[in-house]
């Protein structure tokens, strides 16, 4: 059913003056009532078109709707064949919708009203902010990972009572004694690494493993923790060595060699060199230079090597003096500026090793002294030596700092007497008395400085 307002009086307009024409429909749900029309009842309906609000108008009849356009009082022209029935009673109509514009109204205020219930429900259900102390992690190593007891502003640990839901029993704090500091950092993991500490470690194992694979010289092992002691003090392994060496039992004193060569009564020592430290810098263990007065002219060298099977052995040479320069003598490095390759008179040889020519006043001497690499060419034309091989007749060459070559030689023995060769490469280094019984008689190439247990070298001159 639609329901009529008067467009004049605001009115409602009976349905049964609508029906009758007495009223008249001007287009949609306006009207105009009897009164504002002025209009007599008819027995003539009037045609009129309702619109359901917010529907599309249904197509009117042209006849209808000019009468209705005309005017007030216009007369509706007379019905054709199909003459306009008479409206149905309002049981017999088929039901009204809402009109478009409301059906938007009626859905967006839905919307509106979810909106709002969804806000509601999240204010309502999000959870009210914790009044629990915030839990502390410690930075302490050993308790890494761990949360410790929330604590009060006092620091004294807080138990909170269960609260009824009536709010009739009050929540209850209660003191509990301050929970137990956790124990500090262990050494090891505060401690910095220490390079020096890890190699002084490595080398007091490495001095145990010796004495262990060599009970029979403890001799080497009391040098190893020696020098151990001496190069990395105040570090635990140098600790260690200290109290091992205070536990050795006195060692009998080891022969002294030059006590058993009478030539060398008269000389004084120069250098003291112990040859399991050799390398790229030379650093004597006793260097007398500045004590020795006065003009030499003789100088001499003294060289022991046990090997690690077998007895020990030496070599002493003495010659005259090929130099004035006691800077010159040592081992041959590039910084001493020693380069010799000449021959040497008056040699005097002592040795325990097989096969060597010992003597006093030898001719066939020469020396080879050089930091340089070197060719196997006998460039200097020595006497009995091969340009095939590595011996007592070779050709220094670039780079002048280089492999290295300290050698005596006996050429007309066809001896080399001793050989340090490539020292830079310390316990690679070539070391030997004598011919080497195989490939180069100098040891060039040999790499054999490890195979001794002890190795020391002296130099000694004859002051005028």
């Known amino acids: 059913m639609i329901i009529y307002f008067c467009e004049q009086c605001g009115a409602r307009v009976p349905e049964k003056e609508i029906a009758s024409g007495a009223a008249r429909v001007l287009e949609e749900v306006r009207a105009v009532c009897t009164k504002c029309a002025g209009a007599r009842p008819s027995g003539r309906a009037t045609a009129h078109v309702a619109v359901p609000a917010g529907g599309v108008p249904p197509r009117r009849d042209s006849r209808a709707g000019a009468a209705s356009a005309s005017g007030l009082g216009a007369r509706a022209s007379p019905p054709s064949s199909r003459a306009a029935k008479a409206p149905q009673p309002a049981d017999a109509r088929a039901p009204s919708r809402p009109g478009f514009p409301k059906l938007w109204l009626y859905a967006g205020g839905g919307v509106i009203v979810l909106l709002l219930v969804a806000i509601v429900a999240v204010v309502v259900g999000r959870p009210a902010p914790s009044t629990k102390p915030e839990t502390r992690r410690t930075d302490d190593a050993s308790s890494r990972g761990k949360s410790v007891r929330p604590t009060t502003d006092t620091g004294t640990t807080a138990k909170t009572t269960a609260t009824s839901t009536t709010g009739e029993t009050p929540a209850k704090t209660t003191a509990e004694p301050p929970a137990k500091p956790a124990p500090p950092p262990t050494k090891t993991e505060t401690e910095e690494y220490d390079p020096r500490a890890a190699v002084a470690a490595s080398l007091l194992e490495q001095a145990k493993a010796y004495f262990k694979s060599n009970p029979d010289d403890p001799w080497g092992y009391k040098e190893k923790l020696e020098q151990l002691k001496a190069s990395y003090a105040r570090t635990p392994p140098a600790a260690e060595a200290e109290r091992l060496l205070g536990e050795m039992k006195p060692l009998?004193?080891?022969?002294?060699?030059?006590?058993?060569?009478?030539?060398?009564?008269?000389?004084?020592?120069?250098?003291?060199?112990?040859?399991?430290?050799?390398?790229?810098?030379?650093?004597?263990?006793?260097?007398?230079?500045?004590?020795?007065?006065?003009?030499?002219?003789?100088?001499?060298?003294?060289?022991?090597?046990?090997?690690?099977?077998?007895?020990?052995?030496?070599?002493?040479?003495s010659m005259d003096a090929f130099t004035d320069d006691l800077g010159k003598i040592g081992v041959p490095t590039n910084a001493s500026g020693a380069r010799f390759q000449q021959n040497v008179t008056n040699m005097n040889v002592y040795s325990n090793v097989d096969g060597i020519v010992t003597g006093a006043g030898l001719e066939g001497g020469n020396i080879e002294f050089w930091p340089n690499n070197y060719g196997n060419r006998n460039s200097a034309n020595v006497p009995n030596a091969s340009s095939q091989t590595y011996d007592f007749g070779d050709e220094p060459s670039n780079p002048v700092d280089g492999y290295g070559s300290m050698q005596v030689h006996n050429h007309d023995a066809k001896q080399t007497l001793f050989a340090i060769n490539h020292w830079r490469q310390g316990n690679g280094a070539d070391l030997g008395i004598g011919n080497r019984s195989r490939d180069n008689p100098d040891w060039t190439f040999s790499g054999s400085a490890g195979s001794y247990r002890t190795k020391r070298l002296r130099v000694l001159v004859h002051c005028k």
């Open 252 to 317: 009998p004193a080891v022969e002294d060699r030059l006590e058993s060569i009478p030539e060398a009564k008269d000389y004084q020592l120069v250098y003291d060199l112990n040859l399991a430290r050799i390398g790229a810098t030379i650093t004597y263990d006793a260097d007398r230079r500045d004590q020795i007065k006065g003009p030499f002219d003789r100088i001499a060298y003294l060289l022991e090597l046990k090997p690690k099977s077998g007895g020990a052995q030496y070599l002493y040479v």
